[in-house]
């Protein structure tokens, strides 16, 4: 027997329809939708922007006159820095070998040797330890006060050089500030023409922080720069000052060694020389 297939109502043949409308809509290639998202570009007759100067051009530009007074602080702080590395290096304050050699030295009584070794080495411990040794006759405290008092001569030089990184630190921020105010003056003033063109408050603009930037930019490792030598003068003051006092000391407690029987006699502690 067959069944009759029941009639759907007239509401539910319109929902059936809405569902399909919508199975429709969604399943719909999407490349009309597409094109209306992505419509063609119309041809700007602007010129493209991207192709110009880039920043470092364009700050270059922007600072202008003021790099009469930025370049030369910033090629001054670059010869400052190597200067001071170069003084400051281990070679130059302790050259490698010196200490031992200058001790078998002392310990076979050789004083005289021993002088015109540190006499003849320009380093910081031959400094110390040549005007040591010239007072030596007058006592060891005597000779640790000479040597002192020239390593102080030394550190105070390496100071007063690295001195100038701070004021350079100092001064790059007060240049990028007048850059700056002369920058906004000519932003100001276009202002003040009343009829203010955007392109030329932004060159203001542009001027002014260019300037800021190039200042601070040098002030920075100035700043680092002078705090890093200012602890490596010290370091090496305080290491230069321990080896000349061990050296001293030992050259003094040999020089008080009674002689050997049958050894030559050693030669008498240097005598201090005329200054």
Do not use: C
């Not at 051009?57 to 602080?73: D, M, N, Q, R, Y």
């Not at 602890?231 to 060694?257: C, E, G």
Request: charged share 15%; aromatic share 8%.
């Amino acid at each position: 027997m067959i069944r009759s297939t029941p009639s759907l109502s007239p509401t539910g043949r319109a929902g059936l329809a809405f569902f399909a409308a919508l199975v429709l809509f969604f399943s719909a290639p999407a490349t009309t939708y597409g094109q209306d998202a992505d419509p063609p570009k119309a041809a700007s007759s602007e010129p493209d922007k991207t192709s110009g100067d880039n920043i470092f051009i364009h700050i270059i530009k922007s600072v202008g006159i003021f790099w009469i007074v930025l370049l030369p602080t910033s090629l001054w702080l670059v010869a400052l820095v190597v200067l001071l590395t170069l003084d400051l290096r281990g070679g130059s304050a302790i050259p490698a070998g010196f200490v031992d050699e200058f001790t078998d030295i002392v310990n076979k009584r050789k004083f005289k040797e021993a002088f015109d070794m540190a006499k003849g080495d320009p380093s910081f411990l031959g400094r110390v330890l040549t005007a040591g040794m010239g007072r030596l006759q007058y006592g060891l405290e005597d000779a640790r006060e000479a040597a002192l008092n020239t390593l102080e001569s030394i550190k105070s030089d390496k100071d007063q050089k690295n001195n100038y990184t701070a004021v350079i630190a100092t001064l790059g921020p007060l240049l990028g500030l007048v850059g700056t105010v002369f920058g906004m003056i000519m932003a100001f003033m276009e202002l003040a023409t009343g009829d203010a063109k955007p392109a030329k408050l932004a060159d203001g603009i542009s001027h002014a922080l260019s300037v800021t930037l190039v200042g601070v930019a040098i002030a920075v490792p100035a700043i680092a720069m002078n705090t890093f030598f200012r602890n490596r003068i010290t370091q090496v003051s305080l290491d230069v000052s321990h080896v000349a006092d061990d050296l001293l000391t030992q050259m003094y407690h040999n020089s008080k060694k009674p002689t050997a029987p049958g050894a030559p006699a050693a030669a008498a502690p240097v005598q201090a020389q005329p200054r």
